[in-house]
């Protein structure tokens, strides 16, 4: 069964940081593009950034020279650095495995404070 678990969510000032964690099981880790959307009330699910099985990386325009995606391969971990945050960035933040199939997790929120 795979489970992608996200935590380290929650409410920071704006300019503050968190790291979001994504714990992933019963897939094999290492052959899949991982990635972190988000998505507010009323709009799409959008990528923030995903890593490739390369190491490749690719953010989204409104995150560039703040966010940082990363992965463990060891431990089957992926995470988002997030500094300088902006309350824009308040969203349900989701992780996701993509191969030839697709998985989520249930999403943690952040909140960012003007």
């Known amino acids: 069964q795979v489970q992608l678990v996200e935590s380290g969510g929650g409410l920071v000032q704006a300019g503050g940081s968190l790291r979001l964690s994504c714990a992933a099981s019963?897939?094999?880790?290492?052959?899949?593009?991982m990635g972190w959307y988000r998505q507010t009330p009323g709009k799409q699910r959008q990528l923030v950034a995903r890593?490739?099985?390369?190491?490749?990386?690719n953010y989204a325009d409104s995150v560039k020279g703040r966010f940082t995606i990363s992965t463990d391969n060891a431990k089957n971990m992926v995470y988002l650095q997030m500094n300088s945050l902006k309350p824009e960035d308040t969203a349900v933040y989701y992780c996701n495995a993509d191969n030839i199939s697709q998985y989520w997790g249930r999403g943690t929120q952040v909140t960012v404070s003007s």
């Open positions: 890593i490739t099985r390369g190491g490749s990386t």
């Open positions: 019963g897939i094999l880790f290492t052959v899949y593009t």
